[in-house]
């Protein structure tokens, strides 16, 4: 757990001008995190998604169900992600969002890119992609808009594995 | 009799040749007709995925006999219904699960529900206390009030039934881990209130196997978890004779992804688990029977939900009477709550939910469910707000008072297609039945993770179908437009400032030597394995709160991690 990652030169955030193209055969797949922050256990979407992102040639981590931040972020960090995807049902995602984007900061990770989905109002979204998410998928969103968004707009982060 | 058979038997086989050439008859006409408007024939299936036929006739229901498959209301195998007056003699009761913010709040929502005619109560609690944590623990913080009302400890309680008299209204609690705590508070308010715990009504979800497969809101490992639900069964026969001690719930098995079949299937084993563990104990069947409740989910296929309904009353009164030798009537009976289904409402043009609502709550009713909740319409974005909730409780009233559909019993015994339906799903649950039972029983089933994969399967081919539009989802992958935002309701950020004073308040207040001694013996009950219902009740009483006698238990149980699988 505790162990160190160099994070050598911090890399540019995601952006749609400046981005690896998408991995060919035989290069690294994308690695993303899905994480279940809040109280709540509807895994339901979490699922479906990893399930989605993996048949789409991705490399899908999941936490499991009632992470903190800080076990989200160190997830994050260790598994040395291109991406995290974040699930929550519960209505907490105003207080528990920040204090991810926060400790992401904090961590020198600010570059990992962070979507989210679940059960949030649209009147939240604004407040959400002013603090650093990239974007918030609302229910009905297809596993197909959501791959499709992640060609377009991650880059596959260069690292050594 | 020898010579009514014989009779029977020859109309039937002369019925099936006429029927035959009758019915390719209609298949030539059928596809000649398909052929010349140029439509390709739909494979047409429910929205579990089941092959349905464009026509069903007698043909379908060779092997039925009316007394053995369907026989009157109130009368074995109770396909049509566990009452001979079904909703001649009552209605349903019509339950709004409701709860959010502080117990003030909850109590006037309820108060309004009851003024509109709502029949009984519902709570729902917020997510720290279902979990069995305060209000003050670290992982509640942005969770206060948000899911729910927010219940630490029996002043909450005391709040939340304050004008609400416990001897005339039922109430009905969703909690599982901690059910035995907050149903301890329940009986410790009725105390206060001067009514006695043989009067109360009502239920406990107390449903943990549901947990471990769909719901995830577990906390001790399955097997004492197992035992604390057996404690309550024997507690509440013995001292609250009215209370439905469990919920076996389906509701959350299909809204994590179940088919129809799985819902089916999975609740009720999970109530030939239940069963079982109880007459382990030494419990007696007919004791504590009766007192089980179950709980369905009312999802888009009208026909097939409707089947469903009909096919758990069939296959419990069976299990009951034949596998564990019931010999009580009420303990044949398969009682249930509805709901309609959640993860069929879109964010989507969101008042097209009413609309879906409405034919959900229909199928439920013509299922001949006992209670019923109608989900509302801003439930894609938050806690519904008393505008949603009310055209959610008079969608109920209408298909009550309006559509004419509650004059007769079962209005849809009978049809070829139900009755078809009802028994190939039967005979699907059965088999499943059989599976877990060769497994070594639904615990052992869990461990091993089988209904878990078996649903996430089902989710992930149904979300498929949907990205592939085999499945059409009005206003999502079809007719789409934009929307206008609609008002929802926000709960007010000093929930949680109030609801940790009050939790401080009490903390400082209460007699702490009480507190202390109560929940050692708590702790040395649960070491001693003997029910724990009057200790959780003098923990109550002294006003420990939900955090603490988890905690206790905790120390002596463990807890549960899930294996992090997709």
């Known amino acids: 757990m505790a162990e160190k990652k160099k994070k050598a030169e911090p890399e540019k955030p995601a952006s749609s001008t400046a981005r690896a193209p998408w991995p060919a055969a035989g290069q690294p797949r994308l690695r993303v995190l899905i994480a279940k922050p809040g109280l709540d256990g509807h895994d339901r979407g979490a699922k479906v998604i990893c399930r989605a992102l993996r048949d789409a040639g991705m490399e899908v981590i999941y936490t499991g169900l009632r992470r903190t931040p800080e076990e989200i972020v160190n ?87 | 009799m020898s010579l009514r058979t014989k009779e029977r038997q020859a109309k039937t086989a ?58 009157f209301p109130g009368e074995y195998p109770f396909t049509r219904g566990i009452h001979p007056t079904m909703y001649r003699g009552r209605l349903w009761t019509m339950r709004q699960f409701s709860g959010f913010g502080t117990a003030e709040d909850t109590n006037r929502r309820f108060k309004y529900l009851l003024a509109q005619g709502q029949t009984g109560l519902s709570v729902a609690f917020h997510l720290p206390t279902l979990m069995g944590i305060d209000s003050d623990h670290p992982m509640a913080k942005g969770e206060i009030g948000k899911c729910g009302v927010a219940v630490d400890s029996l002043a909450d309680m005391e709040i939340l039934f304050d004008g609400i008299p416990l001897d005339k209204i039922t109430t009905s609690m969703t909690i599982n881990p901690p059910a035995a705590v907050l149903w301890a508070m329940y009986i410790a308010v009725a105390e206060k209130q001067g009514v006695s715990p043989r009067v109360i009504s009502g239920t406990i979800q107390n449903d943990i196997l549901k947990e471990y497969i769909a719901q995830k809101t577990f906390v001790f490992p399955p097997r004492p978890s197992m035992k604390l639900v057996v404690d309550t ?37 999970d109530g030939i688990e239940y069963v079982e563990w109880a007459l382990e104990r030494g419990l007696h069947i007919d004791d504590f029977a009766p007192r089980l409740s179950f709980f369905f989910n009312a999802h888009n296929d009208f026909f097939e939900e409707i089947a469903k309904f009909r096919a758990a009353r069939k296959i419990w009164a069976e299990v009951m009477r034949e596998r564990f030798g019931a010999k009580k009537e009420r303990s044949w009976w398969l009682r249930f709550h509805t709901q309609t289904s959640g993860v069929s409402l879109m964010a989507q043009q969101p008042y097209n939910n009413v609309v879906r609502v409405a034919i959900q709550a229909l199928a439920a009713v013509l299922g001949g469910t006992q209670s019923l909740h109608t989900n509302s319409l801003d439930e894609t974005y938050a806690l519904p707000s008393e505008h949603a909730v009310t055209i959610a409780l008079r969608t109920q009233q209408i298909i009550a008072y309006e559509s004419g559909v509650t004059n007769t019993i079962d209005p849809l015994g009978g049809s070829y297609y139900v009755e078809k339906l009802t028994q190939e799903l039967e005979q699907e649950a059965k088999s499943y039945i059989k599976k877990i039972d060769e497994l070594g029983g639904m615990v052992r089933a869990i461990e091993l993770g089988f209904p878990q994969k078996e649903i996430a399967d089902s989710a992930y081919r149904y979300q498929q179908a949907v990205e592939r539009k085999e499945k059409i989802i009005v206003g999502v992958n079809a007719f789409e437009m934009e929307h206008e935002p609609i008002p929802i309701l926000v709960v007010d950020p000093a929930v949680a400032r109030h609801q940790l004073r009050r939790l401080r308040e009490v903390k400082r207040t209460r007699n702490k030597l009480r507190v202390k001694s109560t929940l050692a013996d708590l702790k040395r009950a649960a070491r001693d394995e003997v029910n724990l219902m009057p200790f959780i009740l003098d923990c109550v009483r002294a006003y420990a709160t939900v955090g603490e006698i988890m905690d206790a238990l905790k120390e002596v149980y463990g807890v549960y991690e899930e294996p992090c699988t997709y």
């Open chain 1, 75 to 161: 997830a994050a960090i260790q598994e040395d992600v291109d991406l995290i995807g974040l699930s929550i049902l519960s209505g907490a995602h105003n207080v528990l969002f920040p204090r991810i984007m926060k400790l992401l900061a904090k961590s020198g990770a600010a570059d990992i890119p962070v979507i989210a989905g679940g059960i949030i109002p649209e009147k939240d979204i604004p407040r959400l992609k002013k603090i650093g998410l990239a974007e918030i998928f609302l229910p009905g969103t297809s596993t197909q808009e959501i791959i499709q968004w992640i060609r377009e707009h991650v880059p596959l982060r260069k690292k050594k594995r």
């Open chain 2, 14 to 71: 002369g019925d099936e040749a006429g029927l035959r050439r009758g019915w390719r008859r209609w298949e030539r006409a059928y596809r000649e007709e398909i052929k010349q408007t140029g439509t390709q024939p739909v494979e047409a299936t429910s929205t579990s995925g089941r092959p349905i036929k464009p026509l069903y006739t007698p043909l379908d229901l060779k092997n039925f006999d009316f007394f053995r498959d369907l026989g």
């Open chain 2, 233 to 269: 069964f024997e507690f509440g026969a013995k001292e609250v004779p009215r209370w439905n001690t469990i919920s076996i719930s389906g509701y959350h098995i299909r809204e994590a992804g179940a088919t129809a079949v799985q819902e089916l299937a999975f609740t009720l084993r």
